[in-house]
């Protein structure tokens, strides 16, 4: 039977071809879409939950250089600053019941680290900071020692080992949990011995001629809040401090989700014309066959063979066609994962959190089984077709050929 269904399958190449291109492209498109789209919401919900900050105030230059999600969600450092002073007057805001205050440093590549992807160098006022904590794995103390670094999830660097910044040799105390943000490429040090490396830096001596000493200035402060009742007047006394722009991440987060359903609904649209287009041409092929190919049939069940048996042949050609489909669709659904997620992360403004192995197994496997219904609807016709065929009948009507 097995050769029999291949030699079926090898001696209608295009139709094969065309059939299994139309499962395995319908399969990539959707698997790449789910994987995406659950990776953005997984970023978005992580980011909402345990990021902390409610609020965060920017100085203004940076909001008009930058989007909000760009700033709140995907890490986007700027090199525009606010003086100590300003950073002082918003946590002394009424209703603001915590913030803290970091400064972006400069972009390091390999040219100058021990890195094998830009990485911004980041400081963090530890003494105040309730952000980074929760993506940490231990016990963050106020002051790093001016040799040790905190690393992003995707950052060189493990912990206890040493790398080489601007140089200068630090040890990594911690790698941080994924965090779906530009946080998961980002270095974080003590936020005075930032402000001292870049100082130091003659490249970034145009900056401070702008701003003034770097040791007086800070890039964001992250704010939070409890009173609900009195958000809105606590954005509005935020805003009215010169110089900076109020970042809500709730409106924020309305908005990347409003966006990313929008791009989800136009992808799975296409996705959906696709499986539409597998379903059509499956049906078409099977549904065909047994009387286009009712002479060759027929010889079968002159020959001994049983309905059973012309059914095996059938669902085996299906069979086969959908699993070679599936398996190259699955493939190359991940290989276009991977694809979306780096565009994703490049010029796009969405959180992102890779998918665990053990869930893109589990949604394999679902589709897998999904396809699997639906190569047996889409032949349930035709299979029925062969309980009506009959050899007499055939060959009365004189169609063996």
Same mark, same amino acid.
């Given at each position: 039977?097995?050769?029999l269904?291949?030699h079926? +399958?090898?001696m209608r190449?295009v @139709?094969?071809v065309?059939v299994t291109?139309?499962?395995?492209l319908s399969v990539?498109?959707?698997f790449?879409l789910? +994987?995406?789209?659950?990776?953005v919401?997984?970023?978005?919900q %992580?980011n909402?939950e ?5 609020i965060?105030?920017?100085?203004t230059?940076a909001?008009?250089?930058l989007?909000?999600e760009?700033?709140l !969600? $995907?890490g986007?450092?700027?090199?525009y600053?606010?003086?100590e002073?300003?950073a002082?007057?918003v946590?002394a $805001?009424e209703?603001?019941t915590?913030?803290s205050?970091?400064? !972006?440093g400069?972009t ?5 680290c021990?890195?094998d992807?830009?990485s911004? &160098?980041i ?8 952000t980074?904590r929760p993506f940490a794995?231990?016990?963050i103390?106020?002051?790093?020692a001016?040799?040790e ?7 060189n660097g493990? =912990?206890?080992?040493t ?9 990594v105390?911690?790698?941080l949990e994924?965090?779906?943000?530009g946080?998961?490429?980002?270095? %974080?040090l ?5 402000r001292?490396i870049c100082?130091a ?7 401070w001629?702008?701003y003034?000493?770097?040791r007086g200035?800070v890039?964001?402060v992250?704010?939070?809040?409890e009173?609900?009742e009195?958000?809105n007047?606590l954005?509005?006394?935020l805003g009215n401090?010169?110089g900076?722009?109020? &970042?809500e991440r709730s409106? %924020? /987060?309305?908005?990347? @989700?409003?966006?990313?359903?929008? =791009?989800f609904?136009?992808?799975?649209g296409?996705?959906? %014309?696709? &499986?539409v $287009?597998?379903? =059509?041409q499956?049906?078409?092929?099977f549904y065909s ?5 009712k002479?060759?049939?027929?010889l079968y069940r ?5 309905r059973?048996?012309?059914r095996?042949?059938?669902?085996g050609e299906?069979?086969v066609?959908?699993a070679i489909?599936? /398996?190259?669709g699955? /493939?190359?659904?991940? =290989?276009?994962?991977?694809?979306l997620?780096?565009?994703l992360?490049?010029?796009?403004s969405f959180? !992102?959190a890779?998918?665990?192995i053990?869930?893109?197994i589990g949604?394999?496997?679902?589709f ?5 219904l ?8 035709p299979l029925? @077709? ?5 050899p007499?009948l055939v060959?009365? @009507?004189?169609d063996?050929d």
């Open positions: 039977m097995k050769d269904i291949l079926s +399958l090898k190449k @139709q094969t065309s291109l139309s499962v395995a990539m498109a959707l790449a789910v +994987l995406v789209y659950g990776g919401q997984a970023g978005v %992580l909402a345990r990021g902390g900050a409610q965060m105030v920017v100085p230059e909001a008009a250089d989007s909000g760009d700033l !969600f $995907t986007a450092p700027a090199s600053y606010l003086s002073e300003a002082a007057k946590a $805001t209703g603001v915590r913030s205050a970091q400064f !972006f400069q390091l590549d390999e040219s100058c021990s890195v992807t830009a911004r &160098l400081g963090v006022d530890f003494t105040t900071d309730w980074i794995h231990i016990d103390p106020d002051h790093l001016a040799d670094v905190i690393v992003g999830s995707g950052a493990e =912990v206890g080992q790398i080489r910044l601007l140089n200068h040799e630090y040890k105390v911690d790698k994924p965090t779906g943000s946080l998961d490429l980002s270095i %974080l003590d936020i005075d011995v930032v001292d100082g830096s003659d490249g970034l001596a145009y900056l001629d702008k003034g000493d770097p200035l890039s964001c992250l704010v939070d809040y009173d609900e009195d958000y007047r954005v509005i006394r401090i010169d900076v722009r109020v &970042l409106s %924020l /987060v309305s908005e990347a @989700q409003g966006q990313l359903e929008t =791009v609904a136009i992808l799975l296409a996705g959906v %014309l696709m &499986l $287009t597998m379903l =059509v499956l049906f078409a092929r066959c047994v009387w286009d190919r002479s060759e049939l027929a002159a020959v001994g063979a049983n059973g048996q012309l095996k042949l059938i669902g299906v069979g066609i959908v489909g599936l /398996v190259a699955l /493939v190359l659904g991940a =290989v276009l994962y991977q694809v997620v780096g565009m992360q490049n010029g796009a959180p !992102f890779g998918m665990p053990g869930a893109m949604i394999a496997v679902a897998i089984v999904a396809f699997a639906i190569a047996v609807a889409a032949v349930a016709v029925t @077709q062969l309980g009506r065929l009959e007499s060959m009365q @009507q004189g063996i």
